[in-house]
């Protein structure tokens, strides 16, 4: 399998609970390099963009209003299988149907106020991490 990338937040209910230090040991115990990170807020306009997948959704308004209300942590992760296995480790949007030990089921309020964003494939996570990030602050 080879080394790729993807891209995570540490969403704004995560930052508020004083998680970001628990997640990030988990992030890096479980084989990720961090390639950048930072401490960011989402503007409305950003959570838009970043989101709009979901713009018909009856949740999007919502959405938009976390995501945007205090800062994030972005970052970009190096790993084989870097995407999927990502996602395994946060486990399922739901925390409810999260699996046991993954930092949804551990950190996650609700299936809304979910902890961390993982990305879901790997032009997804290309596309993610250039909203971010620029190339010269990857590595
Ligand atoms: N979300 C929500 N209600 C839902 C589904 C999703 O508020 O019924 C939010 C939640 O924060 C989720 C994000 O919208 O992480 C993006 O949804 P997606 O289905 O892409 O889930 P993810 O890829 O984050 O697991
Ligand atoms: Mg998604």
Do not use: C, W
């Amino acid at each position: 399998m080879a080394t790729n990338r993807t891209f995570t937040m540490l969403k704004p209910d995560a930052v508020e609970k004083g998680h970001i230090g628990a997640i990030l040991e988990q992030i890096n115990s479980s084989g990720f390099r961090i390639v950048a990170m930072k401490l960011t807020q989402m503007t409305q306009d950003d959570a838009r963009i970043f989101y709009a997948v979901h713009k018909e959704r009856p949740f999007f308004g919502e959405l938009v209003e976390y995501m945007t209300r205090g800062p994030i942590v972005a970052a970009v992760l190096e790993k084989e299988n870097a995407v999927e296995d990502f996602r395994t480790l946060i486990g399922a949007t739901n925390p409810d149907e999260a699996a046991e030990g993954t930092i949804r089921k551990k950190y996650a309020a609700s299936i809304g106020e979910n902890a961390v964003h993982g990305s879901d494939s790997n032009e997804n996570a290309r596309i993610e991490s250039a909203f971010h990030f620029s190339g010269r602050e990857m590595f």
